[in-house]
């Protein structure tokens, strides 16, 4: 039980473009999932929190209009990532947290590559 | 935010061995820990939580907290090559919106 999915696990784009993330728990509801960045040898950076049907609430120096983050269903949330630059190459992993306990599961995680 | 503190390593154990991770943490109200694997290009996999003081076992892995000394540690017996990995710690903080605050990370060698 417990298992969060991600796709795509990997994402090469051009500078300029748009990617989109998705995030789903599979045997559980979610009421709120977490949105984390790591860059290598780096710890987990969390970007986000975001609640099924409500705005996300971002961390202090991440930009909301440029990480776009929907939780439009309690088994589904979505970050995208407008105007990719090459900085903002790295590994996103999504987390959710069942409504029945504090624990987080985490997803396989998305690395990201923009040219 | 409050913090949470591991010793980075590399702590280096002889297969068969207990191999021992520490993690301490600055806020007293925390009631939830965790300890998460994190094996290189992937992401974190829960592998403990823990809620009262004293030990938890689960299979070669035991938990420990004290929350008096605000601490809390990981112990894996029979250390096999396949657990050398980073060893996250992690706390929710309630007061600071119910997320997990994260340690930087044990990294784990285990050589046969």
């Known amino acids: 039980g417990a298992v969060v999915s991600q796709h795509p696990s990997w994402v090469i784009c051009k500078s300029g473009t748009s990617v989109k993330i998705e995030c789903r728990s599979l045997?559980?509801?979610?009421?709120?999932m977490f949105w984390y960045r790591q860059f290598p040898k780096q710890s987990l950076m969390l970007m986000a929190t975001?609640?099924?049907?409500?705005?996300?609430?971002?961390e202090q120096g991440v930009e909301k209009d440029k990480f776009l983050i929907n939780h439009a269903s309690l088994t589904l949330s979505t970050l995208t990532v407008t105007s990719a630059h090459p900085e903002d190459s790295s590994f996103y992993i999504c987390?959710?947290?069942?409504?029945?306990?504090?624990?987080?599961?985490f997803g396989p995680g998305t690395r990201l590559t923009v040219l | 935010q409050k913090e949470v503190e591991q010793n980075s390593g590399p702590l280096s154990v002889p297969e068969g061995a207990i191999a021992s991770l520490n993690c301490t943490y600055s806020?007293?109200?925390?009631?939830?820990f965790f300890w998460y694997r994190q094996y290189s290009g992937k992401s974190p996999e829960l592998i403990m939580s823990?809620?009262?003081?004293g030990d938890k076992e689960d299979g070669r892995f035991t938990a420990q907290l004290n929350k008096a000394s605000q601490y809390v540690s990981l112990l894996i017996r029979d250390s096999q090559p396949s657990d050398s990995a980073t060893y996250l710690c992690?706390?929710?903080?309630?007061?600071?919106?119910?997320?997990?605050?994260f340690g930087a990370g044990t990294i784990l060698r285990v050589k046969s």
């Open positions: 975001s609640n099924e049907g409500s705005k996300a609430t971002y």
């Open positions: 806020d007293r109200v925390s009631q939830s």
């Open positions: 992690a706390v929710n903080e309630v007061e600071y919106g119910n997320k997990l605050v």
């Open positions: 987390s959710a947290r069942p409504s029945y306990a504090d624990t987080q599961y």
């Open positions: 823990i809620y009262s003081n």
């Open positions: 045997d559980f509801q979610a009421t709120t």
